[in-house]
């Protein structure tokens, strides 16, 4: 399977990209590329495009209170590497007053794709992946997509693809931005107070937050409120919180109507709390 | 004296909150629930003996994985070979997905070939608010004095793939073996994984 998968890796053939959505229950996958082709020595932007029927959604890294994250397993020419995937600002969907995070309608997980320096020119290289997914309106249903991708190898700069310009900078849009604000977490009782302060500090208003490590907030929306210069994040502690992670990775979202974008906030987490007993 | 008999006092204070939620090593809440055979069904009956708590939805894809790989079931036979009481208990509201009646339950016991002492309808799904039940399955083991010891995951790999079974730690066997035995349980909470519950409004 494995020397197949290399021995077709990559092979001359003609120089366009070539992919195929397939169409599962409730939603379609795809892999698409930023650009029509592929330089020796540099990285390049592909993605999962996942189109979900309306209502129906699929997960961010930490799902919530119930559900799965979309996963993908590369299959990729010899000295080929995928980095992990670029996760978007999540969405918070309510779901019979138990919380999901995830995505619906048209989105693109990012994946930035290593290729060798010592690939020629002229050959094409054959990108493999399964997707696995969990794609939910109130009942369930598991997905799974094997995908490929073939993009030529070219010396010079490659062009974007036109039909997944849009696409790609939305899934730009889509993610958190890094910031240097300070932040110290406090366990009190039941709840995670996490005081945050900085440069460029967002208004409290229509905020939303999600702890990318799960089993630290117990995933109801969290009460969110700006005090002088700092902003106050107040969230329920997980029933299932034991050791406190080392950072807490806390993402901010902005209300929709600012179009949707969001920031990252890397905290230490304050080792006060006790595991659970 | 005096300062035990206040710490005592704040520790029972502590162990009532006023949002009850189910905690590890504190009383598990009693609840009276009517089974798919008409019985009333009540965590207090069983005082003596130790109770395990599955939350179900026969149509979820990660009930079926458990069902389908026989996991589920031998689990149940497991547990009633050791005098464990199984209680598998279906919180889905009337008109949601996998909700069941009486003989919807009966029928659906008997093709599965479920081994748990009853099968409960909490179709108003008050005991499954009351224990917190998010995801379908969402396990719980109770001791015989009536004690939550395990409350999460079937296992340890959330996924919907019945591959995964065998390479996984199953919490609930595990606890049920230490308990058994007369140890503590080693791993006493997991972030439950699965659907989740339909409960009505």
């Known amino acids: ?277 | 004296m005096k300062p035990r008999l206040l710490m005592l006092a704040a520790a029972l204070t502590f162990a009532a909150p006023v949002f009850a939620k189910p905690v590890i090593g504190q009383p598990a809440p009693d609840f009276s629930v009517t089974d798919s055979a008409g019985k009333t069904q009540t965590l207090s009956a069983y005082k003596g003996k130790i109770v395990v708590l599955e939350w179900n939805n026969p149509e979820c894809p990660f009930v079926r994985k458990h069902y389908g790989a026989g996991n589920m079931q031998k689990q149940q036979g497991g547990a009633a070979a050791e005098e464990v009481v199984w209680l598998t208990i279906n919180s889905g509201a009337e008109g949601k997905q996998g909700h069941l009646d009486a003989a919807a339950a009966n029928a659906y016991v008997a093709q599965v070939g479920g081994k748990e002492a009853a099968y409960l309808i909490d179709a108003d799904g008050k005991t499954g608010h009351a224990y917190d039940a998010k995801t379908t399955p969402h396990m719980y083991v109770i001791d015989k004095d009536g004690t939550l010891r395990y409350m999460g995951g079937i296992d340890s790999i959330p996924s919907t793939d019945k591959e995964d079974i065998a390479k996984a730690t199953q919490y609930v066997d595990q606890a049920l073996a230490e308990l058994t035995a007369g140890k503590p349980v080693s791993v006493s909470t997991s972030e439950p994984y699965g659907c989740s519950v339909k409960y009505g409004s």
């Open chain 1, 1 to 277: 399977m494995r020397m197949a998968a290399t021995m077709f890796g990559i092979c001359l053939a003609s120089a366009t990209a070539f992919a195929q959505a397939v169409q599962s229950d409730h939603v379609s996958a795809e892999l698409i590329g930023e650009h029509l082709a592929l330089v020796p020595g540099q990285s390049t932007q592909v993605g999962l495009l996942l189109r979900h029927e309306a209502h129906w959604h699929t997960y961010w890294t930490n799902p919530g209170d119930s559900g799965l994250p979309t996963t993908i397993a590369w299959n990729l020419p010899p000295g080929f590497k995928a980095q992990d995937i670029e996760w978007p600002l999540p969405k918070r969907f309510d779901v019979g007053g138990l919380y999901n995070f995830g995505y619906d309608d048209e989105l693109v997980l990012p994946v930035a794709i290593d290729v060798p320096a010592d690939v020629k020119p002229g050959a094409k290289a054959h990108l493999a992946a399964t997707a696995k997914w969990l794609v939910c309106r109130e009942e369930c249903i598991p997905g799974n997509a094997s995908l490929v991708l073939d993009l030529p190898i070219v010396a010079g700069p490659a062009k974007p693809d036109p039909r997944w310009i849009k696409q790609f900078a939305n899934a730009r849009l889509m993610q958190p931005q890094a910031t240097a604000w300070k932040g110290e977490t406090e366990v009190k009782d039941d709840r995670i107070v996490i005081t945050l302060r900085g440069a460029g500090i967002p208004p409290a208003q229509g905020l939303d937050a999600f702890a990318a490590q799960r089993k630290v907030f117990d995933n109801k929306a969290p009460q969110i409120e700006r005090i002088g210069d700092a902003l106050i994040v107040s969230s329920g502690k997980s029933e299932y919180f034991g050791t406190s992670p080392a950072t807490l990775d806390l993402l901010l979202t902005a209300p929709a109507a600012a179009g949707q974008r969001g920031w990252r906030v890397r905290i230490p987490f304050a080792d006060a709390a006790a595991p659970a007993p």
